[in-house]
């Protein structure tokens, strides 16, 4: 299982670095660089009262580094996050990049994770009880409410819910906190009270990724409910109860639980659609915002953070994996 | 004495005896019966393609089901409010809508519209309006239904801020929003299929790279990434090219998926007994894949291709509705949602959703579709 | 040979249909034949002519669109010392607490596949100290000591190791021992072996038919034992069923059906043999493929195939036939009331 763990750790570490050279590609990516923009913004805001000298820009130029070749300027990046976790400077909010991350980053974590949770919640019962009554009404009844959850854009529920509080209820509703807490600093009575409102938007979130999974449980044990295990199970007198959870059940999980994996994308992706539509204080609307101002350190630090966030994610799955599968833990 | 032999004489005549050329056509012809006949008997998937199939008969012919241009517009009615159609006038067909006024709200005085009941305005089936160039070839001005003075306002499904017909502009995203998912699902299977076919087919370290490749490209949160992508077309390009731009983006992120599904079918099929059994009779290589891999593996690539199209459908409409997608003049449905972007017009003008609902029925017919073809495809249950 | 004393399973005129979406499939259509302890009665026939259905009735365990409904399985249960108890297993709810008690206790199954027949997320002990635990008061640590003995018995070797290893990183072989100590460990009164060597290598094969005989013999078990394999069939046998569509068509003890069998299928199956001769000929097929369940031939289901068939097989259904007490054919050749009439209108 060690060696198991280490090549996916390793794997993982080289994903992270993958990402890495990504989300720098990303910075890369808009006409112009750094320095350009910044000038940009300069000239625009001091309203052409001074013009900017080219030396000053050359030396901007120097100073951020922009004048060596591109693999030079890749390890400063992220050698400076490495070891000074500094992101960069955002030009837009005029802050820290590093600031925002932190600011931001723990409350899409949060909805992310709430919106797992509750998935896991709803999906893995819903699963069983329709494989094990295929074909029964309740199936059916979950089937269509699945394939309802998968059509519709999750920013279309969030509208929604926006319009349903804005006609008929108080508007504190929806946001991660209430209106005394809001700027707040931490206390276990501002962190209850964001449990309180997270499950709004993690219901949002995870109700496409709770049809894909219903239908993913229900796949798997019904493919399992045939093996001949089952079958040698039931030979022995077990009931059918105890036999369902020793046994297909158990193994039905395996895919289950690799899915943090991969809906931990989905997740994020849903933290950042849903938050942006709701203006939610996660990574989303920052990250949006950024993205449309090519404001680029910013987004890429999101990206990064986002990236790797979900990485680790697959790599809990992992472990998660191996400890419930022999067949993986003793390869 | 041990006596196998008969074992293999029994099981040979329980698969139908050695097979020979004309077996060999035999079987699949029946597998894709068999699917056929699979596929009938699931309702909903049949449903669910007669659906599919109307909506791209409706985008292919956009200007022909559209009572007028997407881009007709009239100050005049601007947020105008959905009107009911009636078809038939003193008992005999002739269907015709009620014309609008103004009302003052009582309460607000604030001028809202109102059915007025006692202006009727007559429409026409086959009905010559607006004219059009179909397809960019033809000259037409015929539409399925339109006013017959074309003056009239006709607003089946209301209309939007500056007064134009929300049912024809829904119709002629179709054509915009459909066409996204198949190019976008094109681009993703050609990639797909070379990546994930030279994965299963060359094996080795090579398979390993592309599978670790994809590992790596899959964990990625895909929104962030088309946000990103998608932000750095330049404002300048035109529609078509921000059209192919988008599309390139949105399949960027699709083709994993269906690379992993190619690989594992190969891999899945280089083992299955009947290739095997196909090796045995000395069936040739190459026929061996066309006769027997192809068939068994093109059912679950429809498939998954059907089940992949609502993704881009839906990626699509995201990002155009967070306005980073397709621009104006171009009109598909997520850009028709960015005007649904503030909810006190949502709450005034709740009409601007209908392309929403237009897009969870072709959403879920796809669903509904690719499921049926799925289940169809698999050959053991 | 078996005198009635030692009965343990009697069934009688056994039908099992699936209700399929494309119809209803006769998957066994009136099956007789009984089972007695200290008994070999071996079950041959071609591919998905109900052997494993049958099998797995005696169970209750019958896969979903599939049900009893018609015939009667009686379990003989040994009560007390002299007294003998009837159960009607076929009566039984399949997910009932009474059948439930009968599985694994008084007739355990072992199957064909003992790479997938065993769960791999759980140790070989685990899975094998479950039954025991389930049917008697063992506690733990004697179902542990059980465990042992049992996989001593089949011939595990080191069984201190294999009780706590998992079943894929056993050979198949290795996993089909476990399966025979797991179905042996309540001491059942009958054992019913669903093509147990047929996924394994021949050696295997021979030692793990060896093993089944051996434990017949000590534990004087009933055993129902499925095979194609005419070979084991002549091997291990009391007495044979030979199955076809459903029916079972000839039913002798194995000196007759070896030597003096009397249903043209039989008599095909027999010839379908290999011999090695001086002379190698061609090996006899019986012509023509088992028909589609869905297509069940009138009359009698044998007869496009059937070298000896006559106009009247494809009208009548065949009853069976006795011949001497314990011989039954179910074959038309042997029914004169259904052959007169035809005659008699021919001529
Ligand atoms: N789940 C099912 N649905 C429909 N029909 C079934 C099902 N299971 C079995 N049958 C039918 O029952 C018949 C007998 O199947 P069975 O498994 O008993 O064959 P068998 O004699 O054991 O064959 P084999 O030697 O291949 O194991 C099959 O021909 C099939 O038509
Ligand atoms: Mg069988």
Redesign the interface.
């Known amino acids: 299982m060690w060696k198991y763990l280490f090549r996916r750790f390793l ?1 993982m570490l ?2 992270v670095w ?2 890495s050279m ?1 989300s720098f590609a ?1 910075i890369q ?3 112009g660089d750094y320095v350009t923009t910044l000038v940009n913004q300069l000239v625009a805001t001091s309203a052409g009262s001074s013009t900017i000298s080219s030396e000053y820009i050359e030396q901007l130029r120097e100073m951020y580094g922009f004048n060596q070749p591109m693999y030079v300027q890749y390890f400063k990046w992220i050698g400076k996050i490495l070891t000074r976790g500094e992101f960069g400077y955002s030009f837009v909010y005029k802050r820290d990049a590093a600031v925002m991350i932190t600011e931001r980053l723990p409350m899409s974590f949060a909805l992310s994770f709430a919106s797992m949770i509750l998935v896991w919640a709803v999906a893995l019962p819903i699963g069983i009880y329709s494989a094990v009554r295929q074909y029964s009404l309740g199936d059916y009844i979950f089937s269509f409410m699945g ?2 959850g ?4 999750n ?2 529920l969030a ?1 929604i819910l ?2 349903i509080t ?2 008929y209820f108080d508007k504190a509703m929806i946001g991660l906190f209430s209106q005394e807490f809001a700027s707040a600093p931490w206390s276990m009575a501002k962190f209850v009270d964001m449990l309180k409102h997270l499950w709004i938007p993690a219901t949002i979130i995870g109700l496409g990724g709770t049809a894909g999974l219903i239908r993913t449980m229900r796949a798997n044990l019904l493919d399992e409910l045939n ?3 089952v ?10 109860r105890r036999l369902l959870w ?2 297909p059940v ?2 039905a999980m395996n895919p289950f639980i690799s899915t943090i ?2 809906a ?3 997740f ?3 933290d ?2 849903v938050s ?2 709701l203006n939610l204080p996660t990574s989303g609307p920052v ?2 915002n950024a ?2 101002a ?1 404001d680029m350190y910013v ?1 890429a630090g ?2 990064l953070m ?2 790797i966030l ?2 680790i994610g ?1 790599f809990i799955s992992d472990i998660l994996l191996a400890m419930l ?3 993986i833990r ?1 390869q | 004495m041990t006596i196998n032999e008969i074992d293999l004489a029994l099981a040979d005549r329980a698969s139908g005896g050695p097979s020979t050329e004309s077996d060999v056509r035999i079987e699949v012809a029946t597998q894709w019966q068999l699917m056929w006949w699979k596929f009938r008997r699931h309702k909903l998937a049949m449903f669910g393609g007669a659906l599919v199939l109307f909506f791209y008969l409706l985008a292919a012919f956009a200007e022909f089901f559209a009572p007028v241009n997407f881009t007709t517009y009239n100050e005049q009615y601007v947020y105008a409010p959905p009107q009911m159609i009636h078809f038939f006038r003193e008992g005999k067909l002739a269907p015709y809508v009620y014309g609008y006024k103004f009302e003052r709200d009582p309460v607000s005085y604030k001028k809202t519209w109102a059915i007025d009941k006692s202006v009727i305005i007559p429409l026409r089936f086959f009905n010559h309006g607006d004219p059009y160039k179909f397809w960019g070839l033809f000259r037409g001005d015929l539409h399925l239904i339109g006013p017959v003075n074309a003056s009239d306002p006709f607003y089946l499904l209301g209309a939007d801020k500056s007064g134009r017909d929300v049912f024809s502009r829904i119709i002629y995203s179709a054509r915009v929003s459909l066409t996204v998912g198949l190019v976008g699902v094109a681009i993703s299977f050609t990639i797909g299929i070379l990546v994930g076919g030279i994965s299963g087919l060359v094996g080795g370290v090579v398979d390993n790279l592309i599978q670790r490749l994809i590992e790596i490209l899959i964990s990625i949160p895909t929104l962030p990434v088309w946000l990103a992508l998608a932000a750095m077309v330049p404002l300048s390009w035109s529609a078509l090219r921000v059209y192919f731009m988008i599309t390139v983006i949105l399949s960027l992120v699709g083709w994993m998926g269906l690379a992993r599904v190619v690989r594992s079918k190969f891999l899945a099929l280089r083992e299955e007994d009947f290739i095997m059994a196909a090796q045995l009779d000395g069936v040739p290589r190459g026929r061996m894949i066309t006769k027997h891999m192809i068939p068994s593996f093109l059912s679950h690539i429809i498939a998954s291709i059907t089940l992949s199209i609502p993704g881009m459908i839906l990626g699509e409409t995201a990002l155009s509705f967070l306005g980073l997608g397709l621009r104006p003049p171009v009109v598909s449905w997520g850009v028709m949602l960015q005007d649904t972007q503030k909810v006190a017009v949502i709450a005034i003008y709740p009409w601007l959703l209908f392309p929403a609902v237009a897009v969870i029925i072709v959403v879920l017919a796809l669903n509904f579709l690719g499921d049926g073809l799925r289940d169809a495809a698999d050959p053991y249950q | 040979m078996a005198d009635n004393n030692n009965l343990l399973v009697q069934v009688e005129d056994l039908k099992i249909h699936f209700f399929t979406n494309e119809g209803i499939v006769r998957a066994v259509d009136g099956v007789t034949f009984d089972i007695h302890s200290g008994e070999t009665l071996c079950m041959v026939g071609e591919s998905g002519c109900g052997k494993s259905v049958t099998a797995r009735a005696l169970l209750q365990i019958v896969h979903r669109p599939g049900k009893i409904v018609d015939g009667s399985i009686v379990l003989y249960r040994q009560k007390s010392h002299d007294q003998i108890e009837k159960v009607r297993i076929s009566d039984l709810e399949p997910k009932g607490r009474e059948i439930r008690s009968i599985r694994g206790k008084d007739i355990s199954m072992i199957f064909q596949e003992p790479m997938t027949s065993l769960s791999p997320m759980y140790t070989v002990g685990n899975q094998i100290m479950e039954t025991i635990m389930l049917h008697t008061k063992a506690d733990k640590n004697q179902a542990r000591a059980r465990t042992l003995e049992l996989l001593e018995f089949v011939g595990i070797p080191r069984p201190n190791r294999i009780i706590d290893e998992y079943p894929f990183r056993l050979s198949g072989g290795m996993r089909q021992r476990a399966m025979i100590a797991m179905a042996l460990s309540c001491n059942p009164r009958l054992l019913i072996a669903d093509e147990p060597t047929t996924a394994l290598d021949v050696t295997t094969q021979a030692q793990i038919i060896d093993l089944i005989q051996g434990l017949q013999k000590d534990y004087d078990m009933g055993v129902l034992f499925i095979t194609h394999d005419l070979g084991v069939v002549a091997e291990i046998a009391d007495r044979v069923a030979v199955m076809y569509l459903g029916n079972v068509v000839e039913y002798s003890d194995v000196y007759t059906i070896f030597n003096d069998p009397q249903h043209p299928y039989t008599q095909s199956l027999l010839r379908s043999i290999p011999k090695v001769t001086a002379t190698r000929e061609k090996l006899e097929v019986i012509r023509g493929m088992v028909p589609s369940p869905f297509r069940r031939p009138s009359g009698c289901p044998f007869h496009p195939r059937c070298p000896k068939a006559m106009p009247v097989c494809s009208e009548i259904e065949p009853k069976t036939i006795s011949l001497t007490e314990n011989h039954q054919v179910h074959c038309l050749l042997f029914d004169e009331d259904a052959k007169k009439p035809v005659r008699e209108m021919a001529s």
């Open positions: 794997s080289f994903t993958v990402i990504l990303l990516l808009p006409p394939f309802i998968l059509a519709v854009p920013f279309l509208l926006l319009f804005y006609k093996k001949p295990y079958e040698t199970a039931r030979a022995k007198g077990l009931s059918e020793k046994y158990r193994h994996g991969w931990l994308p989905g994020v992706a849903g950042v659609i942006i539509v990250l949006f993205l449309k090519q987004a999101f990206i986002l990236s979900t990485v697959t599968d022999p067949r003793l």
